[in-house]
Structure formats: structure tokens, C-alpha cells
């Protein structure tokens, strides 16, 4: 009888794709080192190699060892073999480290080399090993087999030492995967009782909150889907196939609830990526497990990942249909912030299902247990889908190079294109750039200020201080994907970006930067292309490089509005006041046309906006925007209003955390 996920894939022959994928592999195979060879390639942390042009990795040549294995050919036994023995042998055994049952990223770096070393390797190393063991434990020769198990027996007591919470999802995942099922082939209960309470954990957090942690991110909800399928499949015990019954469940109803079908793409925000189209990975992963509602290649074309064979991954037949149908719908979801009494939607008004209401012709899906005060209370992911195009937001966030906090796919004629908010020293995403925002339908308010005791090229590994070397400083518009006949042009107030026909327009409404070297010139946007994208920056310093110091600015703190074409009926506007701790309180100025500001309340309003735009002295463009903060008091037309809003530090300084620590 087939697996899920073969059924799931119209009848595709998972076994021949696998062999063929292995077939592809076959020139990587390093037979002097026992290993697969890759080109190098690093995040900039972690690894201190730099210079390397191939490497051996330890959780690639693993999974390339299952997947020999898995074929069942046994010309390609011994190798597997040769490859599992040479990776064990690279794994910390020593129980006194702190580094005791992980590996190494490389094989050309030992551990004590890393910077610092990755404990989550030992849940992606132990996972292969666990599968390989678990599927052909009866062919491994004796000895192999004996030193397979004392190396998952070494991964495990890492994963429990570590304990990871169910906050840090995929690790919590994988971690519950090794240790419960070689707990349960092993005969190891302090093992499997361990792997059960941390798979409970995470299902009793993740309903309880309604999502992820690291909240529809496609790496990372990859991960999670391809893991507890395979948890699900291997086990023998029927909670946790439930448990994990449920978490699948909520996830395929994530990824199909953001597909963006006239785009083909994944609707932002992303919590956590590494590209921003969808990559052939993914693509064939989404192919694999609809069983080919949403079809990129020919079956017979299909790039087979060795991971997938018998992991049972397929979406659920209901969600099915929402990675067709076009439609126009808001999603929003909490993320963080008062704690959620159930684990279900809530229904409101007169939608169908649970947690959905029907509002201005058209579905809002919502998170469970919100109110509808975003930015007030807690951390919300927001996106607003039309046939078209699609925006999505975080009400706050860093500007790691993983994370996707404001991020729009639009329809260019049939071809994906995006837009994508970046803030670069010296070329790479600066994380002490903070981004918070209000967004409604196809608008959205945002704001930028700095913090002085975050990261530079990572939230927690590389901290400034709040002082960085830097010859360029900018934020960005990133428009890319599929540019033909994509325009950008400045205008008086930011640009307008046209895409397929649609434009979206980017309003500034306050620029303050004292590092700025001619404040006379002021910060207005420019555009130029490289690289096969259209940049939109706004340029914070260039020139030689000097030390900017955060610490002792008086005034740095950026707000925008960037709203999509058919919005073009309503009138949006930015209201800033001066808090009385010397913040800078941004929210939106629309309001219905009856209920405009006047009189005394109206002018006192007006005159704060005044005051935080004439405050900065170091910009003298700063005159414009009072007239905007006035008009956006006083001048407004609307049908409807933008509720909530965000405060700005005009000065850096240092900043609440507004996302959960990274860990390893």
C-alpha cells in the first residue's frame, strides 16, 4: 500500500525519484573523506571559515546516507555505511564538554573552532541517525550499529540537557522526534517518556497561542510539516500520533491560508526566510504533499529531496481548495501578548467557520482570541490578499536579513513580483533597525527607529553597543522577481512603485537622522537598479567610513506610508505627537469626515505634531513635515479609520526586545 505522501503525489514512484536525486549526487561523493562536497556557503555566523570554496557538511552527508540506504540497492549499502561511520566518529563524546553529543557544521572545522558551535545539530544529525537505524538497523554491521547507537544515546542526553522550550519550534520538533522514537526502538522509556512530555509541551503552547512561534515562516513551517510527519509516521503510539495530528492540522491550514495562488507565492510576513520567492524546494514540496493542486513541473521533472521518502507528508483534502481559488480576504493573527484561553477560533459576525467574519465584502480570517485594537496588546501578523497582490506586515520586528516584517507579491502579468523593506549597513541587514507598524486592508503605517544594545548582522550573536563602523547606511524598497514592465518613479512626497498595473504609493511623513552628514540636503529617496532588482533607498549616510555612534544622536527615527492602488478611496495621513518621555507617537490620521479634529482638541493635536517635526534640528527637510502632521490633523477625508498606532524613540536607545532571543 502506498504512503500518504506517494498518494498524495498523484501516484508519483517516490522510490525512482529518490534514486534518481542519489544519481545527481553521485559526482559530490567525496570517496577519500567519506563525505558529501558542497560548495561553502555561511550565514556569517556560527562558522569561522571564510575563505573556503567546498566543504564536507556532517547533516548533508548524513541525510545523503539515508537516503542510500533507503533505496534499497545494494551497491549503495557499503557507502552509507562508510559515510554514517566517518560522521560519528566527528561527534563530541565527551559528557564533561559543553559541547558533548553535537557536531560540527564542516568536517573542515572541528567544533572548537565554531563561533560558537551549534547545538542544534545534535537534533538534525540525531534525527538521520535515528531514521537510518530505525528503518535498516537489521542490515548495519555489528560494530556500526553498536557505535549508531551510543551516538544517538550521545545526541539525546544533548537535547535533554540543552531542553529546549516550545517556543524555539522546529528545534522542539526535531528534539521530540529524536529522543521519542529512539526512545521507542531503543527501548530507552527515560528516552521516550522524555520525548513525549516535549512533544505535549509544545501542542498544549502552540494551541494555546493558536500558531508557531516562529509564525508562517516557509523554512521553518517546512520543517515542522516534513518533521512531525515523519514523527507521526514512525511512532507506535497513538497520542502521539494524535498530538501530532493537530499541530499538521493547524499548520496546512497556515500555509494554505497565505498561498497566494495568482502569484504562486507564500504571503508574507515571514517570521524567519532565507529567500523571498519561493524556491524549487519548496515549490516541489507544496507540489509533493497537494498531490498537484498547485503544479510547478511535470511529475516526472519533480526535484526529489531524499528527506521526504516515507516521511507521509500530504495537506489535508480540506484545505485543498484555498491553493486554487483566488479571493480577496485580511488575515490577522497575535502572535505575542495576552495569553489566549482557548486553543479555537472564535466566530464573530456571520462567517463561516471558526474565527472568521464577513467585513466590507470580504473574509477576514482571525487569529484566535484578538480583539481588533492592533499594535495595543501584543505582537499581530497582518496581510490583506486580493486576486492581485498580497501585503503582509508585523505591528513589530527587527530588520534581521531573516526576517520579512513588511512584504508585498504582486501579479506581473502573470509572473510573481515582491516588495521588501530592508535596512543595510554596508550592504547587509542591519538588526538594530527597528520596524513597528499600522496596517488596514492594502495600507500600511510604519515607522523605523534604532536600539543601542541589539545586533548587527544577527539579533543576539554580534552586539554593537549602539556604535558601528560604517561607510553606508540606508534603508531600502527591494522590488524584485519578474520587473518587466515594472516602473518606479519618485514624487514629491516618496515613489510609486507600478506593478502589473497596480500601484502602490510610499508616502514619507517624518525623516530624522542626525548622523547625516549635510542635513542641508535632507533624506529623500532615490532610485537605481543592480543586481536584477529595483532599489527605492533613502540614504542615512555614504561616504568614508566613520563611526556612527547611536548612542549620542539626538534625533533618529523614520515613518512611512505605503499603500496599494486600490485603496486609492481612501485618504491616509500620519498623526505624530511628542510623548511626554520624548517618544514619538505615530497613528493613523484617517478618521471619518464628520468626526475630523476641530477646535481646541484639534489645534492642541496639531501643534504636538508641529513640535516633534520643528524639534529635529538636524534636518531642515523636517518643515514639511508639519505641514503633514497638520494636514493629517486637521485636512482629513475618510470613510473609515486605522485603529491603534506605535511609539518611535526619536533618540536611540536601549530597546525592549520586541521579538523573542534567538538560541544556539
Known amino acids: 500500500m502506498k504512503n500518504n505522501a506517494e498518494a498524495a503525489g498523484g501516484g508519483l514512484d517516490q522510490r525512482q525519484r529518490l534514486i534518481h536525486k542519489l544519481a545527481g549526487l553521485e559526482s559530490r561523493y567525496d570517496s577519500a573523506i567519506c563525505m558529501l ?12 571559515l571564510k575563505q573556503a570554496e567546498f566543504i564536507h557538511s556532517t547533516r548533508d552527508s548524513l541525510s545523503y546516507a539515508l537516503g542510500l540506504l533507503d533505496t534499497e540497492l545494494a551497491r549503495y549499502e557499503e557507502r552509507a555505511f ?72 550521545c545526541a539525546c542526553e544533548a537535547i535533554i540537557r540543552r531542553n529546549v522550550g516550545p517556543d524555539y519550534t522546529n528545534i522542539a520538533i526535531i528534539g521530540a522526534f529524536v529522543t521519542r522514537i529512539a526512545g521507542e526502538k531503543l527501548g530507552r522509556k527515560d528516552y521516550a517518556d522524555y520525548g513525549l512530555e516535549r512533544l505535549r509541551r509544545l501542542h498544549a503552547h502552540t494551541l494555546k497561542h493558536g500558531a508557531f512561534q516562529e509564525y508562517n515562516s516557509p523554512v521553518y513551517t517546512y520543517i515542522a510539516i516534513l518533521e512531525l ?48 520567492l519561493l524556491e524549487d524546494q519548496s515549490k516541489a514540496f507544496l507540489q509533493l504533499a497537494t498531490g498537484g493542486a498547485v503544479m510547478f513541473f511535470p511529475w516526472e521533472e519533480l526535484p526529489y529531496e531524499e528527506e521526504w521518502y516515507k516521511s507521509g507528508i500530504h495537506c489535508p483534502p480540506a484545505y485543498l481548495g484555498r491553493f486554487k481559488i483566488p479571493d480577496t480576504k485580511e488575515v490577522r493573527q497575535r502572535l505575542e501578548g495576552q495569553e489566549q484561553e482557548t486553543g479555537r477560533g472564535q466566530e464573530r459576525g456571520q462567517g463561516e467557520g471558526k474565527g472568521r467574519v464577513w467585513e466590507r465584502g470580504h473574509e477576514r480570517e482571525q487569529g ?79 515607522g523605523i527607529d534604532f536600539i543601542t544594545d541589539g545586533g548587527d548582522t544577527h539579533p543576539n550573536l554580534d552586539r554593537t553597543g549602539g556604535v558601528i563602523a560604517a561607510s553606508d547606511l540606508r534603508l531600502r524598497l527591494e522590488v524584485g522577481g519578474a520587473l518587466e514592465g515594472v516602473t518606479a518613479g519618485l514624487t514629491e512626497e516618496g515613489a510609486v512603485i507600478s506593478i502589473g ?78 510623548t511626554d518621555e520624548g517618544g514619538l507617537r505615530v497613528s493613523s490620521g484617517v478618521e471619518h469626515e464628520e468626526d475630523r479634529a476641530q477646535g481646541d482638541e484639534g489645534e492642541e493635536a496639531a501643534e504636538r505634531a508641529e513640535r516633534a517635526n520643528e524639534s529635529n534640528e538636524a534636518n531642515n527637510a523636517n518643515e514639511t513635515n508639519a505641514e503633514k502632521g497638520e494636514r493629517a490633523v486637521k485636512v482629513v477625508k475618510s470613510v473609515k479609520s486605522m485603529k491603534g498606532g506605535f511609539v518611535l524613540n526619536l533618540r536611540p536607545a536601549p530597546g525592549e526586545l520586541l521579538i523573542s532571543p534567538l538560541k544556539g
Not at 509516521?233 to 499548520?251: C, F, H, I
Not at 538588526?431 to 499600522?438: K, P, V, Y
Request: hydrophobic residues 35%; contains cysteine.
Open 37 to 48: 562536497r558542497s560548495p561553502f556557503s555561511s550565514p556569517g555566523y556560527h562558522t569561522t
Open 501 to 578: 498595473g497596480v500601484e502602490f504609493g510610499l508616502t514619507t511623513w517624518f525623516a530624522a537622522f542626525s548622523g547625516q552628514v549635510d542635513a542641508g540636503k535632507g533624506l529623500a529617496w532615490e532610485v537605481h537598479k543592480a543586481d536584477g532588482r529595483m532599489n527605492i533607498d533613502m540614504i542615512l549616510y555614504a561616504g568614508p567610513q566613520r563611526i556612527l555612534d547611536f548612542t549620542s544622536m539626538q534625533q533618529a527615527a523614520l515613518v512611512f506610508s505605503l499603500a496599494a492602488g486600490e485603496v486609492g478611496e481612501l485618504s491616509f495621513a500620519s498623526l505624530l505627537e511628542l
Open 229 to 276: 510527519s515523519k514523527l507521526q509516521t514512525e511512532t507506535s503510539d497513538s497520542r502521539v500520533k494524535a498530538w501530532t495530528g493537530e499541530l499538521l492540522e493547524l499548520t496546512w491550514r497556515t500555509v494554505a491560508g497565505y498561498y497566494h495562488p495568482a502569484t504562486a507565492q507564500w504571503s508574507g510576513p515571514h517570521s524567519r526566510c532565507y529567500g523571498v
Open 368 to 446: 484566535l482570541g484578538q480583539n481588533q485594537n492592533q499594535g495595543h496588546d501584543g505582537k499581530w501578523a497582518v496581510t490583506y490578499m486580493t486576486p492581485q497582490w498580497s501585503m503582509g506586515s508585523f505591528t513589530h520586528s527587527d530588520l534581521w536579513n531573516q526576517r520579512r516584517p513588511l512584504l508585498i507579491y504582486a501579479d506581473n502579468y502573470g509572473q510573481p513580483a515582491y516588495i521588501r523593506l530592508r535596512c543595510l549597513h554596508d550592504g547587509y541587514d542591519y538588526c538594530s533597525a527597528r520596524f513597528q507598524s499600522l496596517q488596514e486592508e492594502g495600507h500600511v503605517l510604519f
Open 82 to 153: 562508510d559515510i554514517i561511520r566517518q560522521v560519528i566518529s566527528l561527534q563530541d563524546t565527551e559528557p564533561a564538554h559543553d559541547t558533548f553529543g553535537i557536531w560540527s557544521w564542516f568536517y573542515e572545522e572541528p567544533l572548537d573552532q565554531m563561533a560558537p558551535p551549534d547545538w542544534n545539530w545534535a537534533d538534525f544529525c540525531g534525527s538521520r541517525l535515528v531514521q537510518a537505524l530505525s528503518r535498516h538497523g537489521h542490515r548495519f554491521p555489528y560494530d556500526l550499529r553498536e557505535a549508531a547507537v551510543l551516538s544517538i544515546e
